[in-house]
């Protein structure tokens, strides 16, 4: 059963445009949301949270939107660079389960100059 | 600043050999230690957890065990490896405070001939 989902798997994006990821969850514990960012052969780096009572965070050129009643949340990336061509994790996790994270499986971002 | 070291980066081994994966954090105490694997074209899978020494919690049944002999000292194991426990093995450290991220070490392949 899995309570993280990325349904897509891969993702392309002019270099300058907007990247969306979307993830969709089902478990209604979940009381903090992250976003990791993950290049080959390395560990996975943390790139923006949210907790469940908010329904937006910024930080630069990411921005993390939470619809709770739709348990969706989404990343956006704005604008788009090539660096910016990694795999990108959605977790969750609830305070009452130890804080522990649950990972969904994953998006694949191209961005093509 | 935390730094978190995982070795080896790379593992190739034959079926049925014992394993050993080390992990060690720098610049903090008592941190929640963690093992995932992720497999070729998954998302990151929680194997085991650990709030203290000692104190270990295994998430998912297999052929695999962990231990915590120091603080900041976390190790995977198996005595007898399978080709199903072939891999990208990541360590990881956080804290008991809600919504903190976890830090994730550079992972370890592992390749089961």
């Known amino acids: 059963d899995q309570q993280v989902k990325q349904n897509s798997p891969s993702l392309s994006v002019q270099e300058g445009r907007i990247s969306i990821l979307n993830c969709d969850y089902t478990?209604?514990?979940?009381?903090?949301f992250l976003w990791y960012k993950k290049y080959p052969a390395e560990g996975p780096t943390f790139l923006i949270s949210i907790s469940s009572i908010k329904d937006k965070n910024e930080d630069g050129r990411f921005t993390v939107f939470l619809n709770k009643s739709a348990k969706h949340l989404s990343l956006h990336i704005v604008p788009s660079q090539p660096g910016d061509s990694a795999v990108y994790f959605c977790a969750a996790s609830a305070q009452a389960a130890g804080n522990k994270l649950t990972f969904g499986g994953g998006t694949r971002v191209l961005v093509k100059p | 600043s935390q730094t978190i070291h995982q070795w080896p980066a790379t593992l190739v081994q034959p079926v049925g050999s014992p394993l050993s994966l080390e992990c060690t954090v720098e610049?903090?105490?008592?941190?929640?230690l963690y093992w995932y694997r992720q497999a070729a074209g998954r998302g990151l899978q929680l194997l085991f957890y650990s709030v203290g020494i000692g104190q270990i919690s295994s998430e998912v049944p297999q052929n695999l065990s962990a231990s915590r002999p120091q603080d900041r000292q976390f190790i995977l194991s198996s005595k007898k490896l399978l080709l199903s426990d072939s891999g990208f093995y990541l360590c990881a450290w956080g804290t008991n405070r809600v919504g903190q991220p976890q830090h994730f070490g550079d992972g370890t392949r592992l390749s089961i001939l």
């Open positions: 610049g903090t105490s008592n941190p929640n």
């Open positions: 478990n209604s514990m979940f009381d903090y």
